[in-house]
């Protein structure tokens, strides 16, 4: 029943920037926290970005800190990556990632439960 739709992947040159999106279904998304996690190959599975269930506070590493902006609309479902500077090493497919439950968790957990399909995201000149 759990869905999780990206969009917005595609070629972009180095320096700038792409949105991606997240529709989800099948669960109360508001609930959860939420995971961009990315397939880089060499590396396996990276996160790239997180937010909250309560004040929707973000965390990053610092590969994608100062560049990327996670967020989220609790109204309408969705989930959203915004990618500026990027970089050739931002290669990857991102995935959209529903994560554990709870209100008002101060730190991701990573538990990561359910995944969409992944959309490619390509920084080539």
């Known amino acids: 029943q759990v869905q999780l739709v990206e969009s917005g992947g595609g070629l972009v040159q180095p320096g700038g920037s792409l949105r991606l999106s997240c529709a989800a279904f099948?669960?109360?998304?508001?609930?959860?926290?939420m995971y961009w996690v990315r397939q880089v190959p060499g590396k396996g599975l990276e996160w790239v970005s997180a937010?909250?269930?309560?004040?929707?506070?973000?965390f990053y590493p610092n590969s994608v800190k100062g560049r990327f902006t996670i967020s989220r609309d609790n109204a309408k479902n969705m989930l959203y990556l915004q990618m500026n500077s990027l970089k050739s090493e931002d290669t990857a497919v991102y995935h959209c990632?529903?994560?554990?439950?709870?209100?008002?968790?101060?730190?991701?957990?990573?538990?990561?439960?359910?995944w969409g399909q992944g959309t490619q995201v390509t920084v080539s000149s």
């Open positions: 990632v529903k994560g554990e439950s709870g209100d008002s968790s101060s730190e991701p957990r990573f538990e990561y439960d359910d």
């Open positions: 099948g669960f109360t998304f508001s609930s959860h926290w």
């Open positions: 937010i909250n269930t309560g004040d929707g506070s973000a």
